[in-house]
T-cell receptor, first 113, second 113 residues
Framework: KAGVTQTPRYLIKTRGQQVTLSCSPI?????VSWYQQTPGQGLQFLFE???????NKGNFPGRFSGRQFSNSRSEMNVSTLELGDSALYLC????????????FGEGSWLTVV | TQLLEQSPQFLSIQEGENLTVYCNSS?????LQWYRQEPGEGPVLLVT?????EVKKLKRLTFQFGDARKDSSLHITAAQPGDTGLYLC?????????????FGKGTRLSVIA
């Protein structure tokens, strides 16, 4: 069965712009989590959605937002991009919420210039 | 404060050598997972350990969950260049309720042919 799919894989944006990243979970998975990965900070949790509701939120500013659709697909948006937002953004899905085994997509590489 | 501490942070070894990497915490975990991430890709789940003292083997990889469920180790026998990557441990703290997985910062392994 298909894994977690993230689009786009690579993108370059300018400071001040906004970006939307998309994630399609594994079929049958209802929970989608987003992580930011940088060399210095490792994997940092952004937020988790389950049945279109945000269940958990990490310690990121309000410029980072997300949503989940009725088909479990999810998007995250970052507004007013800063240079420090350059990172690999990873989406992961699981059957249920609450720290169960999660499966990652290949990620979206965002570079802010 | 990092809930899961991984050591060593970096490891470079020759092909054929054995190695062990560690994942430690002062907290008790309901389960721990190990992921391997190759450059430019998302983390791939290797194993989940649930029971204290549990040992799981995956070909040349041996995973152990500590008796007290506060730590885990990954041992690789006769390392190969294909084992190169970032090894991440992640877990669900016990009694944490509906919280997301906690990740360590990883051990970056390089196996030289």
């Amino acid at each position: 069965k298909a894994g977690v799919t993230q689009t786009p894989r690579y993108l370059i944006k300018t400071r001040g712009q906004q970006v939307t990243l998309s994630c399609s979970p594994i079929s049958g998975h209802r929970s989608v989590s987003w992580y930011q990965q940088t060399p210095g900070q490792g994997l940092q949790f952004l937020f988790e959605y389950f049945s279109e509701t945000q269940r958990n939120k990490g310690n990121f500013p309000g410029r980072f937002s997300g949503r989940q659709f009725s088909n479990s697909r999810s998007e995250m948006n970052v507004s007013t991009l800063e240079l420090g937002d350059s990172a690999l953004y990873l989406c992961a899905s699981s059957r249920d919420t609450g720290g169960n085994t999660i499966y990652f997509g290949e990620g979206s590489w965002l570079t802010v210039v | 404060t990092q809930l899961l501490e991984q050591s060593p942070q970096f490891l470079s070894i020759q092909e054929g050598e054995n190695l062990t990497v560690y994942c430690n915490s002062s907290s008790v975990f309901s389960s721990l997972q190990w992921y391997r991430q190759e450059p430019g890709e998302g983390p791939v789940l290797l194993v989940t350990v649930v029971t204290g003292g549990e040992v799981k083997k995956l070909k040349r990889l041996t995973f152990q969950f500590g008796d007290a469920r506060k730590d885990s180790s990954l041992h690789i026998t006769a390392a190969q260049p294909g084992d190169t990557g970032l090894y991440l441990c992640a877990g669900t703290p016990r009694f944490s309720g509906n919280t997301p997985l906690v990740f360590g910062k990883g051990t970056r392994l390089s196996v030289i042919a």
